[in-house]
Each structure stands twice: as C-alpha cells, then as structure tokens.
C-alpha cells in the first residue's frame, strides 16, 4: 500500500519507463481510479571518464601536448580545469571553457600547448575537474602526468695531434647527455658530414687524414640538439727512410 503523498525512490542501472497501470484501494462508495494514466522516463547516462596524458621526456624548449582522453561524452561543450607545476613552483590553475565536441579528434582525444614558450623543467600536470554540459556523472581516471626535461647533451672533442703517414690519431668525444648520440663529423676531405652513432661515453674516435676535424651536429637519444666545443687539428708528416 501506498499513503498519499508518499515519495518512491527508484535506481535504475539503464534507461527505464515507469508507468502505472492500475491503481486499487479506497472504499466502495469511493474506489480509486486511475484517471491519467501517465509514466516518467529515467535516462542513465554513462560516466564521462576523463583522462590526460603528456610526454615522458622532453628537449629544452619544446611545445609539450597535454592531451585529455574522453569516453562517453556527451557534450556537446565542455570545460576543463588543471594545474600545471613547473619545478619546485607553485602549482597554476588553468581552466578551458566552452570547448566543442567537434576539437576532439576521432578517437576523443583534446590536445593543448601546455607550456607557453616551451619546457624549461619538469614539469607535472594534474586534472582538477571537468565538466560535461549535459552529463553529471563524471569521474577523472589517470589525473596526473609528468614530462621530465632531457639532460643538457654536450660534446667536447679537441685533441689535437702530430702522426706519421699510415697510422691514426686517436682522439676522445666526452660527451653529456643521454646515449646513444648521434654525431655529424667532418672531416678533411669530407662533402658532406659523416654520421657516426656513439653508444657511450667517452667515446673513441680515430682520425686518418691530415687537417681539421670538426663536428657540426649532435643529438641525444631523444633528438635532442647539443653543443659542441672543439675540433681537432691532424698533421701528417712524413716518414724518412734511411739506408
């Protein structure tokens, strides 16, 4: 039995029609009658799930993507809000409003230029909060993400040498960063640079001709670009024989 004015509380776990069909009740001189039949319709929304995601590493400078991940969204805007952390500093909140469904791309990806100017530190992101126009349910899944800044990538290479004509000079490239490093040398008679892979450091090379060896380009395992001191100096001389 029902008492008037009483209020019913429903869960359903998908979408449902509730109608009533009959009503019952009351005395004989005055049944109850179901005069308009009538029925509500509940509509169970998924969770909008939001995640983000950035790059691991990064090269000094570089325009870092943060990209936010959705699943069931259902828009069609929405608005997002995040920190940014950018070493030992304090965390800056952001928020993107207004933003249309169409800016995602096909697999619901929403990608920013998170670091104006580009990365000078590690930096940390964590997503706060977001908001789907005409969905409440909303959970934040993976909410931080870190990118770190590479390692300053450096070659020195300036030992010079003396040889006599046939044998190699060996010289040294200390080099920073993180390897294997990719290094354009030119060489005396070189046209165009010749790329070597150095898998660590230091790492040996042995010069053959006589002149300036030079390195015009160097970078890390992350394509990140160094700098570069040096450049070594051969002279041949050559060999007398005396009988």
Known sequence: ETALGEIWTITPDSSSVYSITEITGGSLINPCTLLNPDAITVTVNEFTTVSISTDSIACAGDLVALDFAFENFIGPEFEITYTSQ????????STIS???????????????????????????????SILDDNNTCVTLA?????????PTVNVDFSVDGIICAGDSLLTTMALTGDGPWVIDVNTPSSVTPDEIIAPSTPFDYYALEDGVYTIS???????????????????????????
Request: glycine letters at 10%.
């Open 86 to 93: 950018i070493g030992a500093g304090p965390a800056i909140s």
């Open 142 to 150: 993976e909410t931080i993400a870190t990118v770190l800044l590479a």
């Open 217 to 243: 380009a160097i970078e890390d395992v992350y394509g990140c670009p160094g700098s570069i001191n040096g450049q070594v100096d051969v002279t041949i001389i050559a060999v007398s024989y005396t009988h």
């Open 98 to 128: 207004n933003i249309p469904l169409l800016e995602l791309t096909p697999d619901s990806l929403y990608s920013i230029s998170a670091i104006p100017g580009g990365i000078t530190e590690n930096t940390t992101f964590e997503l706060t």
